[in-house]
């Protein structure tokens, strides 16, 4: 395994020094190996994961990870079908880098993952198709981990949640699997976008883009003047709260803080996305809700890139532009 294969801390940080990681560790056939999803009464908030013995004897790898490096404390961690979320904190300076730490587990995974093929390959003859196919299977956790720094205030609260919702989220995409299924080539206005969410929302007569000019906000922030941008932010929720479907990339942090107010009042959005849908996409934690209550659609008129990290500024300006245009299509 090359050094260059792993994604690590951003360039110029100290892998060996304090800090707090998100790791993730993959099943790549995304079987249900680890456990199964159960869903009590059909509501998503009582779903939890029954640990197959594999899922039981990676929990204990990651209990007692401590034990072979006792500079980091495991925060955080859930169980899925498929993968193990992890939160670490290097709560002191280590003699060798989080790559060594999150490799040691790594191999413990892939150790457990061997032996419980060979578990399954000899409980069965070799003499079927089936049992064929069973001794070919591919190795357990062979997918490189992802690891990923914290490094934002509110970044830590945000991912411990996101940890311990994964079971209701699971729950509620099996429940609603119309809402989180990718849709290709929904056009608009003669362009073509992948959607996910409540697609029925383009079918709402009025929408009003998001857009919130900088020219405003120099006014607010150099002169005290933020009438305008008061009156723009509130004239938003206004229109949001007589029906009207509100579109945008809401790129800008006034523009997030309207994003954040029609979430909270569980209004209609059309949300123009900087990147497309991966395989297993889901929403963010902020949007999840609002597309399995049918109030939000995702569109991206791009392929998704899964090395994509900021926004440019002529993709802000095409897509303020596109929202404009899927406010006036019908």
Not at 53 to 78: A, M
Request: charge should be neutral.
């Amino acid at each position: 395994m090359t050094k260059e294969q792993w994604h690590w801390q951003e360039r110029g940080t100290a892998w060996k020094g304090i800090g707090i990681y998100h790791v993730t560790l993959t099943i790549p056939s995304r079987k249900p190996l680890l456990g199964e999803l159960v869903i009590p009464d059909d509501d998503p908030a009582k779903a939890y994961i029954n640990e197959s013995q594999l899922g039981k004897d990676l929990v204990q790898c990651v209990i007692h990870w401590h034990e072979h490096y006792p500079e980091i404390r495991v925060l955080q961690f859930c169980l899925m079908p498929d993968h193990i979320h992890i939160i670490v904190h290097v709560q002191r300076t280590m003699p060798y880098g989080i790559m060594t730490v999150v490799r040691g587990l790594w191999q413990a995974a892939k150790k457990l993952g061997r032996a419980y093929s060979a578990e399954k390959r000899s409980s069965f003859s070799p003499n079927t198709i089936r049992d064929k196919e069973q001794t070919s299977l591919d190795p357990y956790f062979s997918e490189i981990p992802f690891v990923r720094p914290l490094v934002h205030n509110g970044q830590l609260n945000t991912m411990i949640r996101y940890v311990q919702m994964n079971p209701v989220r699971l729950a509620t995409k099996r429940l609603k699997p119309g809402f989180f299924c990718v849709q290709h080539n929904v056009e608009i206005n003669g362009r073509i976008y992948d959607a996910v969410g409540n697609i029925s929302v383009l079918m709402e007569q009025f929408r009003k883009p998001v857009h919130v000019r900088s020219i405003w906000v120099k006014d607010a922030v150099e002169h005290g003047y933020d009438k305008p941008l008061h009156d723009y932010k509130a004239a938003c929720l206004e229109a949001a709260s007589k029906g009207t479907v509100m579109v945008s990339p809401f790129i800008s942090r006034d523009e997030q803080e309207v994003l954040h107010a029609l979430l909270h009042d569980n209004r209609y959005i059309i949300y123009l996305s900087d990147n497309g849908f991966g395989n297993y996409f889901k929403p963010s934690d902020i949007l999840f809700d609002a597309v399995a209550a049918g109030r939000l659609l995702i569109l991206s008129p791009w392929m998704h890139d899964p090395d994509k990290r900021t926004i440019t500024r002529a993709e802000c300006v095409a897509l303020n532009q596109m929202a404009e245009q899927i406010c006036t299509s019908h």
